[in-house]
């Protein structure tokens, strides 16, 4: 597993998405499952972008992931509440599943920008 440190700068916008990336900031962490999903999620349509749909999870006490289907535009986002062990993820191309690991209590600012730009690059690769 690859551990990739989200920072809020432009010179980092640069990180490749890959399988089973556990993703990290200051005080959020994510583990990322590319193309597996859990599945039996609740649909959020106010995420437009990865970001928003990971911040609405990070905002949300009950939350413990979400599935991501970036299939279709705009992406849909599903909240997971129930806890779940990783291993029961299922293959589906174009969906991602991103576990809380630690919750981020004060997101700090710019991550969200920087976020989107790091999405975007690894989207048109």
Same mark, same amino acid.
């Given at each position: 597993m690859t551990k990739i440190?989200? #920072? @809020?700068?432009l010179s980092q916008?640069?990180?490749?998405?890959?399988a089973d990336i556990l993703v990290e900031q200051d005080c959020?962490?994510?583990?990322?499952?590319?193309?597996?999903?859990?599945?039996g999620g609740r649909r959020y349509d106010g995420a437009r972008t990865i970001p928003q749909c990971l911040d609405y999870? #990070? @905002?949300n006490a009950s939350c413990v992931g979400v599935d991501i289907d970036v299939n279709?535009?705009?992406l849909r986002c599903f909240i997971l509440h129930?806890?779940?062990n990783e291993?029961?993820?299922?293959?589906q191309p174009g969906t991602d599943n991103y576990k809380l690991i630690t919750r981020c209590a004060n997101p700090p600012k710019?991550?969200?920008?920087?976020?989107?730009?790091?999405?975007?690059?690894s989207t048109y690769q």
């Open positions: 440190s989200l #920072n @809020a700068s916008a640069a990180v490749c998405v890959r959020s962490e994510w583990r990322q499952h590319v193309g597996r999903m859990r599945g999870c #990070n @905002a279709v535009i705009p129930v806890d779940y291993n029961i993820l299922r293959n710019g991550l969200m920008f920087f976020l989107t730009l790091r999405h975007i690059y």
